[in-house]
T-cell receptor, first 111, second 114 residues
Framework: QKEVEQDPGPLSVPEGAIVSLNCTYS??????FMWYRQYSRKGPELLMY????GNKEDGRFTAQVDKSSKYISLFIRDSQPSDSATYLC???????????FGSGTKLNVKP | DAGITQSPRHKVTETGTPVTLRCHQT?????MYWYRQDPGHGLRLIHY???????DKGEVSDGYSVSRSKTEDFLLTLESATSSQTSVYFC?????????????FGPGTRLTVL
């Protein structure tokens, strides 16, 4: 069993839709949660990170962590065609030495 | 982009040949990482370094070795390349705790082993 599970999609939505991306994990030592966006043939870029349970908002993006359920989400409001990319969740234990990634969800936002 | 470069950006090689990929950073970060990315597997850690000459294995280290003789350079070597090592390889750095423990990635090296 992988330590981090993520639905690979692809997920196709119309422009303006609310997008929900999710990951589950099995290791209760994970304390630090991140979301990356990766455009085709590019390196991943950090979108958001959070240390604790609850919500964190940054513009159109909201990251949500539920440690009791070992479940994290990324919500994208008013999705745009430029949001079309692969989204990867990642997690790290408290020592921050290693990062564990989901397999990524490919998102396509149609104009 | 955290000043990370990778070389070469593309390489085609034959089974059994040695291959070395280079990652270079300009900001003196202590932690550096090598990942491979394959369809359906996401990013998998090969090796990482926490200082000059200090390295440790990741989840897919078999067939790979690394070296870090200078803070700015982290080399990944495939001693005898196999077709299963065809992949996209990403280098990353991690900022220190006082700068958020954030991980930033290089542009990637696309390696094909024939």
């Amino acid at each position: 069993q992988k330590e981090v599970e993520q639905d690979p999609g692809p997920l196709s939505v119309p422009e303006g839709a609310i997008v929900s991306l999710n990951c589950t994990y099995s290791n209760s030592a994970f304390q630090y949660f991140m979301w990356y966006r990766q455009y085709s043939r590019k390196g991943p870029e950090l979108l958001m990170y959070t240390y604790s349970s609850g919500n964190k908002e940054d513009g159109r993006f909201t990251a949500q962590v539920d440690k009791s359920s070992k479940y994290i989400s990324l919500f994208i409001r008013d999705s745009q065609p430029s949001d079309s990319a692969t989204y990867l969740c990642a997690m790290s234990p408290y020592n921050f030495n290693k990062f564990y990634f989901g397999s990524g969800t490919k998102l396509n936002v149609k104009p | 982009d955290a000043g990370i470069t990778q070389s070469p950006r593309h390489k085609v090689t034959e089974t059994g040949t040695p291959v070395t990929l280079r990652c270079h950073q300009t900001e003196n970060h202590r932690y550096m990482y090598w990942y491979r990315q394959d369809p359906g597997h996401g990013l998998r850690l090969i090796h990482y370094s926490y200082g000059v000459k200090d390295t440790d294995k990741g989840e897919v280290s078999d067939g790979y070795s690394v070296s870090r003789s200078k803070t700015e350079d982290f080399l990944l070597t495939l001693e005898s390349a196999t077709s299963s090592q065809t992949s996209v390889y990403f280098c990353a750095i991690k900022t220190d705790r006082d700068r958020g423990n954030e991980q930033f990635f290089g542009p990637g090296t696309r390696l094909t082993v024939l």
